[in-house]
């Protein structure tokens, strides 16, 4: 099984539109709490795949970065936990890299800000008796060795540990062999090199992919909005988040899909929240998160990929919204001053 530990970022505050509700006398809700509670959707349970379990910690200290790529809480009562999409597209695609390379399953620790992961485990003596003759294969072994090594760690049960670190451009691998006489030391650093070289290779070749899948998940919006409608008065733009709708659990199939059209097509997958602002203020009037993953091809129109019927809803939401607010503030006329 192949785990996912995600961190998000620390020393940040959570908006007060997005903490639970204090304790405090009952009072009349603002016009913004109501537009808030008639735009964010319920939350569901999180979701554990077959062969992958994301582990996303939301913490009171979360803050969404401000501009695209944001972070949603869907609020029912407490706050629930979400599935982040680049954190468990990056897994997949380790567990891809790693089942091709005849590599056994190992744990992947993945930040959510794309700036580290780490892989560690231990590979049986079976599982390195096996991965021999493909490091041979690939060039980190000389073919004529592979029999002896085969022989050396089933006959003393060798175990190896792994611990793999890549962040930016730098990876670092460490092997450690558990079981090899004292005397076989020269084949006992002969075949930890190997690991490590091996290990390097799929390293660099994840975090290449791993960085695409970043940016094509919402990370080269961060501050930006995929599009804008500007009217006379009010602006519908939307915005790429960083987590799953609480609706959508994908399966294997779907995720080595989103995967095929990220890197080979050039495709983005997005989550994303329409929103409307009003010009004077850029005061945020409504919001509608869409419920499903939107698979972006490039150069496709919005037209393509964008419901109108979650169009119709978010406008929906406005207009209750601004009907709210001027009947609030129709109390002000100076007719009754």
Not at 35 to 56: E, V
Not at 167 to 182: A, F, I, K, Y
Request: aromatic content about 6%; proline content about 6%; some cysteine.
């Amino acid at each position: 099984m192949l785990v996912i530990s995600c961190h998000r970022l620390k020393g940040r505050t959570v908006p007060a539109k997005f903490k639970p509700p204090a304790a405090a006398p009952v009072r009349t809700p603002s016009p913004w709490s109501v537009a808030c509670a008639a735009a964010l959707h319920p939350g569901h349970d999180f979701y554990l795949m077959a062969r992958c379990l994301p582990s996303l910690m939301a913490g009171d200290n979360d803050q969404p970065p401000k501009g695209g790529r944001q972070k949603k809480f869907f609020d029912k009562g407490k706050k629930e936990k979400a599935m982040d999409l680049y954190t468990l597209l990056t897994a997949t695609r380790g567990l891809q890299i790693l089942q091709k390379n005849s590599w056994p399953a190992l744990t992947l620790n993945i930040a959510e800000n794309g700036c580290q992961m780490t892989m560690t485990g231990k590979i049986s003596p079976e599982g390195l008796v096996s991965l021999l003759p493909q490091l041979a294969e690939r060039g980190h072994l000389a073919k004529g060795a592979v029999t002896g090594l085969e022989l050396l760690c089933g006959k003393n049960a060798v175990e190896a540990t792994i611990w793999a670190q890549a962040s930016g451009r730098t990876v670092n691998v460490d092997v450690s062999l558990n079981g090899v006489p004292q005397e076989q030391t020269l084949c006992q650093d002969y075949l930890k090199l190997a690991l490590q070289d091996d290990l390097w290779v799929l390293c660099s070749d994840l975090w290449r992919d791993a960085e695409k899948i970043l940016l094509q998940t919402g990370a080269r919006y961060d501050g930006a909005h995929i599009f804008e409608r500007e009217s006379q008065n009010f602006i519908v733009a939307a915005e790429a988040l960083s987590e799953l709708p609480p609706t959508v659990k994908p399966g294997e199939m779907l995720l080595q899909a989103w995967l095929a059209e990220i890197l080979q097509h050039g495709s983005e997958v997005l989550a994303i929240c329409l929103v409307v602002y009003r010009d004077y203020g850029m005061l945020r009037i409504s919001e509608f998160c869409m419920p499903e993953v939107c698979v972006i091809r490039p150069n496709s129109p919005v037209r393509h990929w964008l419901n109108r019927e979650h169009v119709s809803t978010l406008t929906g939401i406005a207009r209750r919204n601004i009907a709210i607010e001027r009947e609030i503030t129709s109390s002000f006329e100076k007719t009754k001053l």
